[in-house]
């Protein structure tokens, strides 16, 4: 059995996405050995800072969130959709390029490798990444897809606007129909296999559109 992390470790100056309702993280020591004698800490972070869920209402009013998420969907099978290597910014990828790789199978879990990750920490990871279109969008809601996760900031195309019609149209229809999105994983890399046991750990946050998580993938 493999145990692989696809989770980014949080830390102070890690790459957040630069707009002000995404906070940097602040991390500040509060106990220390020789005066407190124990060690604690004051973290600072928004909902959406590193490897993190999206639930419903961060774009669905009165969707549902995080702590209203079933656990069971969280944890499963998932398949693995390997589409590198990506050749041109901001590279798109429709419904064909899900047949191709799915076939006939309806999995509840999706994991898209783009091996974006390796931009982490430049502005290209925001500005040129890769993204699905709105068709396949519907289209994966139509097959079944509860919980869609990926290596880059988002599904939506980095030139979508953040008001108006095309802002992050995406997230609205995934979101509306109930699915989950997962964001900002990292070393999918090291899968060897496409399907594995995928593991999304949320913080249970009462009333919130979204958490930071700890995410696995175990190969057996």
């Not at 091996?115 to 502005?123: A, E, L």
């Not at 750990?201 to 175990?218: E, T």
């Amino acid at each position: 059995m493999r145990i692989i992390d696809l989770s980014y470790p949080i830390h102070e100056g890690m790459t957040t996405f630069p707009v002000h309702w995404h906070p940097v993280v602040e991390i500040t020591q509060l106990g220390r050995f020789g005066i407190e004698n124990r060690e604690t800490r004051k973290i600072t972070m928004g909902t959406h800072c590193g490897t993190h869920i999206d639930a419903p209402r961060h774009f669905i009013p009165n969707g549902p969130t995080i702590d209203k998420i079933p656990l069971e969907w969280l944890v499963g099978p998932a398949r693995v959709l390997n589409f590198t290597p990506i050749t041109l910014p901001k590279q798109e990828f429709g419904v064909e390029d899900f047949k191709q790789r799915l076939g006939d199978d309806k999995p509840e879990r999706l994991i898209l490798r783009f091996d974006w990750s390796d931009h982490w920490g430049t502005m290209k990871y925001y500005t040129d990444q890769p993204y699905i279109t709105e068709e396949a969008g519907h289209w994966l809601v139509e097959r079944g897809v509860r919980v869609l996760a990926m290596d880059t900031p988002q599904v939506d195309s980095p030139d979508n606007g953040r008001t108006g019609p095309k802002d992050s149209p995406l997230h609205k229809i995934m979101l509306g129909a109930g699915v989950v999105f997962v964001e900002y994983c990292t070393n999918l890399r090291q899968l060897s296999r496409d399907e594995v046991e995928l593991v999304v750990a949320p913080l249970n946050i009462l009333g919130s559109d979204g958490s930071p998580a700890r995410v696995i993938a175990i190969e057996r």
